[in-house]
């Protein structure tokens, strides 16, 4: 089937995409209850051991960077539907499988051997699974649809981030974990199902998919990219803000809930919220204002370059970053007041949301549109690897930083890094000209 029923107007007009969307929504939600659960699941069978957090979440990235490289080379030579409904499927048994041992074996130690085999046996598909899905959008949407099918994507995640996660919160505090964990399972194989029915013109490869042909292909995708001297540069940029980013979100969010929340004698709408749902508070608020970001841009002409202006809005970001270093040391570290800085940090989650849409929406369709088409899963995945390569190590240095000096040094640290990324960003030669 080519490209199917509108080349104008809605991209909801075209099946394939509604097929993609829907999968990408189920899916999507699936596995963030099932991150926001083992989060914080890990800490309190570890008695809030920072360390091991922080391993498991490297190990989980280690093994997604890895993969991901041969998702590159699979997705430009192989169905990329049928690779993202096998995956799926996959993903959603062993999460099954999952649960049923940790049922049969209730040892706290039993628990995380298990939750750290998924995790790294799950990103290993998600490695898989993620350049197949990235390069999906310009094979079934027009080129002049490609802004608005992606701010689409980021509304759907942005509403996930906003009902999704106080979904997760309270079924974290009211279920049992092993039928939180049942139902995200069924929820990557219900995915599976809606991305088997998807159909588009896909010419398989003549050649049979070889080590020896998966190393060219992916030297053949170096060699692209380094013609590239824009995109290298956002890559570049893309490598430290994660590594500086990650831990933030990652591993200071459920160790702050854990150590100062939920230690606290009292906080804001203590009557209300048991201590988990405030991180569903601050993704609700990065949520909503992704979700205003990417309506606006939905509705808006697609840019020709964007470059400059992400590189200003990174400035910006890094400036929201040491607000939330200097809030936390001055208002909890120094004991000032924890419910100023709930607060604080609920506003800065708000910017940040905003922020992320007008910087990861025109990024993403002007790489979908410059990159060609028969290089853009390979390209994809060695841009997802170089951006996330630091993340395991970051992960594992945060929970150091944590478990031996606290957070306002981890948050301290992260803003310096953010700032400094940020402005040699900026002040690339090459930034204004994608």
């Known amino acids: 089937m080519m490209r199917d029923e509108k080349k104008t107007g809605n991209v909801f007009a075209n099946r394939n995409y509604r097929l993609v969307f829907l999968g990408a929504l189920v899916s999507e939600l699936g596995a963030l209850l099932y991150s926001f659960a083992v989060g914080f699941y890990i800490l309190e069978i570890s008695e809030n051991n920072a360390f091991l957090q922080g391993l498991y979440l490297a190990l989980c990235g280690a093994a997604l960077v890895l993969f991901t490289p041969v998702g590159g080379v699979l997705g430009d030579r192989v169905n990329k539907a049928k690779i993202m409904f096998v995956c799926d499927y996959i993903k959603g048994g062993m999460i099954i499988l999952a649960t049923v041992l940790m049922m049969i074996l209730p040892s706290s130690t039993a628990h995380i051997a298990i939750l750290f085999i998924l995790g ?4 290993v598909v998600s490695g898989i699974f993620e350049p197949a899905a990235g390069a999906m959008l310009p094979s079934i949407v027009e080129p002049q649809q490609l802004q608005q099918a992606n701010a689409y994507f980021s509304i759907k995640s942005s509403m996930e981030s906003i009902l999704g996660v106080i979904l997760a919160g309270i079924l974290y505090a009211a279920l049992p974990l092993n039928v939180l964990f049942l139902a995200v399972g069924a929820c990557f194989i219900a995915s599976g199902i809606s991305e088997m029915l998807i159909r588009y013109d896909h010419t398989p490869s003549a050649e049979p998919i070889t080590l020896r042909l998966a190393v060219s292909d992916m030297k053949d995708g170096v060699l692209y990219l380094k013609n590239q001297r824009a995109i290298m540069a956002i890559l570049g940029a893309a490598l430290f803000i994660n590594f500086f980013f990650t831990p933030v979100t990652g591993n200071f969010i459920p160790y702050f809930i854990r150590t100062d929340v939920a230690a606290a004698p009292a906080y804001l709408f203590d009557g209300v919220l048991k201590p988990e749902l405030w991180a569903s508070v601050f993704s609700v608020c990065i949520g909503a204002s992704s979700l205003i970001g990417a309506v606006l841009i939905s509705a808006s002409a697609q840019e020709e ?5 992400v590189a200003k809005r990174l400035c910006v970001f890094s400036g929201m970053m040491t607000a939330v270093a200097i809030g936390y040391w001055w208002l909890v570290a120094s004991s000032v007041s924890l419910n100023a800085f709930l607060l604080v940090f609920s506003a800065g989650c708000l910017a940040v949301g905003f922020l992320l849409s007008f910087i990861n929406i025109p990024l993403s369709t002007t790489i979908q549109c410059r990159v060609e088409r028969n290089k ?7 841009l997802s690897v170089a951006s996330q390569g630091m993340i ?4 594992v240095l945060a929970g150091v930083a944590l478990q031996a000096f606290g957070s306002a040094v981890l948050l301290a640290i992260c803003a310096a890094g953010f700032t400094i990324t940020a402005a040699l960003l900026l002040t690339n030669k090459h930034i204004r000209s994608i």
């Open 120 to 123: 790294i046996l799950g990103n």
């Open 305 to 309: 370059k964007c470059g400059l202006k």
């Open 376 to 382: 853009l899963s390979k390209v994809g995945s060695i």
């Open 392 to 395: 395991p190590i970051a992960s």
